[in-house]
């Protein structure tokens, strides 16, 4: 089982841009697909965006895309979300998971399909 840690939340301001990580160890990451989700206190956790083993698939929920960019250094066990242009609406916990893939093109959009996740990392952005 890999275990997930995101980092990179904060407060900022609409407009303003943030980079989250998501840092794997246990397992090597480039065996799995990653996704990026989030969640409002109250609410149901949503997909956000997805990014392939290989990194050469992404995916984004219709609300950012054009705004948010996924990436991945498998040497560093690390995957990225870029984050600019950030809107209010975006204020949520977002979870970095991770799903065993023996496809390294495939992505994967429900929470379902994924058995690991991080604990989340909060991001405030104010009007």
């Known amino acids: 089982q890999v275990h997930l840690v995101e980092s990179g939340g904060g407060s900022v301001q609409a407009g303003g841009s943030l980079r989250l990580s998501c840092l794997a160890s246990?397992?090597?990451?480039?065996?799995?697909?990653i996704g990026w989700f989030r969640q409002i206190h109250g609410k149901e956790r949503e997909f956000v965006s997805a990014?392939?083993?290989?990194?050469?698939?992404?995916d984004y929920t219709e609300s950012v895309k054009g705004r948010f960019t996924g990436s991945r250094d498998n040497a560093k066990n690390t995957v990225y979300l870029q984050m600019n242009v950030l809107e209010p609406e975006d204020t949520a916990v977002y979870y970095c998971?991770?799903?065993?893939?023996?496809?390294?093109?495939?992505?994967?959009?429900?929470?379902?399909?994924?058995?690991?996740w991080g604990q989340g990392t909060q991001v405030t952005v104010s009007s």
């Open positions: 246990g397992r090597t990451v480039s065996s799995y697909a």
């Open positions: 998971a991770a799903k065993v893939s023996f496809f390294t093109d495939a992505l994967y959009y429900r929470t379902n399909d994924y058995t690991s």
């Open positions: 990014i392939s083993r290989n990194g050469a698939n992404t």
